[in-house]
């Protein structure tokens, strides 16, 4: 199996931090740890994608 070519891949991130039902906690760190993936991603174009908002 060959590796993706990074200039015709797309990554997705999706992270909720908040939730709308009671019964849920919040969950600031979501927020956190996928703007940091997106970041990290980001440094390295050779391996990652490039950050399209």
Known sequence: ???PDP???TALLI???TH???ALE???AVRANVTELARLRGR???RG?????
């Open 1 to 3: 199996m060959s590796r």
């Open 7 to 9: 200039s015709r891949s």
């Open 15 to 17: 992270g909720t931090a």
């Open 20 to 22: 709308s039902q009671q």
């Open 26 to 28: 919040d969950l600031p």
């Open 44 to 46: 390295h174009p050779a």
């Open 49 to 53: 994608h490039p950050i399209r908002s």
